[in-house]
């Protein structure tokens, strides 16, 4: 028997108590961090723009020939671009399904995707986080504007690594050298010996093995409301406007919409007559000092009907969406440059310009221009003076954003 049975009594009556009031504390603290800090993988799906990517799964096996969209796509996926084209989407794990960010891949480009988090909970304050290696190429990069919940998307590259808040940027990597774009948002450049620099709209900076160099002037965005947030008028840049032929037919319509995490115009209409709706920008801006001009946008046709066909007409006038920049040359002489995009077969005879091309159907596709002071150095630019984005024909449901008309010196 023991000589105190007291003193164990004492000793077992203070475990359970300091054990009790760890618990009380323990558990709901462990609880609370656990809901506050807790994170799952976010959805990520790859679109095929132009077939066929190549992609190697959570970094094991062979290269597989991808050629439809995948609608998931797992973590350490590693995706190739030859003159191919693609997008990384990331997708917030939540009832409605946000956006996070959107990757575009150019040609000739290598991505890996490491990480895709969010927060399991809607209750954690914390943001989503995406980590992405560029090993090579182009890639353009939307991070959303979630004012709820910030995401912080990193890129890694060869030479240093990059921070992106919401906004839109364009980082290059090759060999010798990284470079980082910002058109909005905020950028924090860091290189491998931990220097760091941050930049703002329209700054771009260099990231060589040892130095970063920057900020330099980037391209100066032209179009405003580009993205669509403010409702059309002129006071947010962009007018609309609307024709037919026979008023006895449904209108052509353009509005604004919101899908996945962004805005976009909207263009729609269903007739069996020629009809035109479309939104129009006065830009006048002097680029007679600007060395280089490009345009860029996104852009999906849902479907497009003339007579049973597809194609832009027997004029190859009427596509579903068309692009028709304005400017005078440096002889005063005025100007076009024009684009078209459509969907299907067009019917026996109908003609097509040059300037025309053909985009599957309800898939999203990037276009950009190259360098228009290039491509039209028969008759150089001087101003330029408008910019109309509009869809012509019978029956179409058409939809651009991301507009862009870059320059730099």
Request: glycine share 8%; hydrophobic share 40%; net charge negative.
């Amino acid at each position: 028997m023991r000589a105190n049975p007291e003193r164990l009594a004492w000793a077992v009556l203070l475990a359970s108590f300091f054990t009790c009031v760890g618990l009380a504390i323990g558990v709901p603290v462990g609880i609370r961090s656990y809901v506050l800090h807790s994170r799952v993988t976010q959805r990520v799906s790859l679109e095929v723009q132009r077939a066929p990517l190549r992609a190697v799964f959570e970094g094991r096996g062979a290269p597989v020939a991808i050629v439809e969209n995948r609608s998931e796509v797992p973590e350490g996926t590693t995706v190739t671009t030859d003159s191919t084209a693609g997008q990384l989407v990331m997708y917030a794990p939540h009832a409605d399904d946000p956006v996070v960010a959107r990757v575009q891949l150019y040609d000739f480009t290598e991505v890996t995707l490491r990480s895709a988090r969010s927060p399991r909970f809607e209750a954690s304050r914390e943001g989503h986080e995406v980590v992405i290696d560029v090993h090579a190429g182009r890639v353009r990069i939307s991070v959303a504007d979630d004012t709820d919940r910030p995401t912080d998307l990193a890129v890694r590259t060869l030479h240093g690594e990059v921070n992106l808040s919401a906004g839109s940027y364009e980082v290059k990597v090759s060999d010798e050298r990284t470079e980082v774009a910002v058109s909005s948002g905020q950028a924090i450049v860091k290189d491998s010996d931990d220097q760091t620099l941050k930049l703002g709209p329209a700054e771009r900076a260099i990231v060589e093995e040892d130095q970063i160099v920057g900020p330099l002037p980037g391209a100066r965005n032209l179009v405003l409301n580009g993205d669509f947030r403010f409702a059309l008028g002129p006071d947010s840049g962009w007018v609309p406007y609307d024709t037919q032929t026979d008023p006895e037919q449904p209108p052509a319509q353009v509005s604004i919409s919101s899908e996945q995490g962004r805005y976009e115009a909207v263009f729609q209409r269903q007739g069996t007559n020629h009809a035109e709706v479309g939104l129009v920008q006065e830009i006048n801006y002097d680029v007679r000092d600007f060395s280089f001009l490009e345009l860029h946008l996104a852009l999906q046709i849902e479907h497009q009907d003339m007579l049973g066909f597809g194609g832009c007409g027997y004029l190859s006038s009427e596509c579903p969406i068309m692009i028709l920049l304005n400017y005078k040359d440096i002889n005063g002489v005025d100007q076009e440059w024009r684009r078209g995009f459509y969907t299907g077969e067009p019917a026996s005879g109908w003609p097509l310009h040059p300037w025309t091309k053909q985009i599957p159907p309800a898939a999203w596709q990037t276009f950009d221009s190259g360098n228009l002071m290039e491509m039209l150095a028969d008759t150089p630019p001087a101003v330029i003076q408008r910019l109309t984005i509009y869809a012509s024909g019978h029956t179409f449901h058409a939809l651009v954003t991301e507009i862009e008309l870059l320059a730099q010196e």
